[in-house]
């Protein structure tokens, strides 16, 4: 069987600001199949990022606690985040709230945001949401 993954690409660069003003960036997506938890992968560039956020539909936040150093990616398969090396060595893995990341069938909204390390950096974020099944005899 072949299961059909629906992906969304999104990047949050360091910006500067108000004080107060909040920086985020977001991204609508569309969930085309039954209710499920949203996989995503993060990657640190240009910098280091600490404590990336994620609000869903402006009601779900969701804050990991890392620090992901320049070339770093997070990867979340929907039980657990593992932190791997710019070359995709595991460092480690940690548990999240994954209920947070339930998202129901149709269109959302996700917001993204966090603290950047020397005031510079970016996080490219890929949401995976899987589609419809396709068997094969």
């Known amino acids: ?14 910006r500067q600001r108000q004080p ?5 960036s977001s991204l609508g997506f569309e969930n085309p199949a ?37 070339g770093e990616h997070m990867k979340f398969d929907g039980e657990f985040v593992r932190i791997f090396s710019p070359q995709w060595q595991l460092l480690k893995s940690i548990s999240i709230e994954k209920g947070l990341l339930n998202v129901s069938p ?3 909204n996700i917001e993204v945001s966090c603290k950047f390390k020397d005031n510079k950096g970016e996080l490219k974020i890929e ?4 589609g419809e099944t396709f068997y094969i005899d």
Request: charged share 25%.
């Open 1 to 14: 069987q072949l299961t059909r993954i629906h992906t969304y690409r999104l990047n949050h660069e360091y």
């Open 20 to 24: 107060g003003e909040p920086v985020t």
């Open 34 to 70: 039954d209710e499920q938890i949203l996989q995503f992968i993060i990657t640190a560039e240009k910098g280091t990022i600490i404590n990336p956020e994620m609000e869903i539909d402006g009601s779900k936040l969701l804050t990991i606690p890392v620090k992901l150093s320049e």
């Open 106 to 108: 149709g269109t959302h």
């Open 127 to 130: 949401l995976r949401l899987k």
